[in-house]
C-alpha cells in the first residue's frame, strides 16, 4: 500500500508564506505523479498543483499561478507546495494525492493524505 503523510499547514495573515510537504511510503513503483489538492467550506475539491516524478512538469489552476510553486525531491519521496503571498481565499484544507494516471489534472487519483489545514486570515 502506499501512505502520505502531509505537514506544514498552519495560520497565516496575508500575504504570507507557507511550505507544505508530502511524504510518501510505500509501493510507488509506476505512479506518474504528485498533486495538491484543497477544499474549502461549501465548495468542492479543486485541483491545485501537481508535478510528474521523472520529469518534473508542473501543473497549477490559475488563481495560484506566480504564487505557489510545487517541487519534489524523488530522493525522499516528497513533494513540496511553497505557498506566497497568500490571500484568504487560499483558506482550505489541503490533500496530497498520487495517482498512475496520464491526466495529472484529472487524475483519478489514487491514494489521498489526511489533509492539512491552511488558514490565511485578512
Known amino acids: 500500500q502506499v501512505q502520505l503523510v502531509e505537514s506544514g499547514g498552519g495560520s497565516v495573515q496575508a500575504g504570507g508564506s507557507l511550505r507544505l510537504s508530502c511524504e510518501v511510503s510505500?509501493?510507488?513503483?509506476?505512479?506518474?505523479?504528485m498533486g495538491w489538492f484543497r477544499q474549502a467550506p461549501g465548495k468542492e475539491r479543486e485541483f491545485v498543483s501537481g508535478?510528474?516524478?521523472?520529469?518534473?512538469?508542473?501543473y497549477y489552476e490559475d488563481s495560484v499561478k506566480g504564487r505557489f510553486t510545487i517541487s519534489r525531491d524523488n530522493a525522499k519521496n516528497t513533494v513540496y507546495l511553497q505557498m506566497n503571498s497568500l490571500k484568504p481565499e487560499d483558506t482550505a484544507v489541503y490533500y496530497c494525492?498520487?495517482?498512475?494516471?496520464?491526466?495529472?489534472?484529472?487524475?483519478?487519483?489514487?491514494?489521498w493524505g489526511q489533509g492539512t489545514q491552511v488558514t490565511v486570515s485578512s
Open positions: 494525492a498520487l495517482t498512475y494516471s496520464l491526466s495529472v489534472v484529472r487524475g483519478p487519483y489514487d491514494y
Open positions: 510505500g509501493r510507488t513503483f509506476g505512479s506518474r505523479a
Open positions: 508535478i510528474t516524478w521523472t520529469g518534473g512538469r508542473t
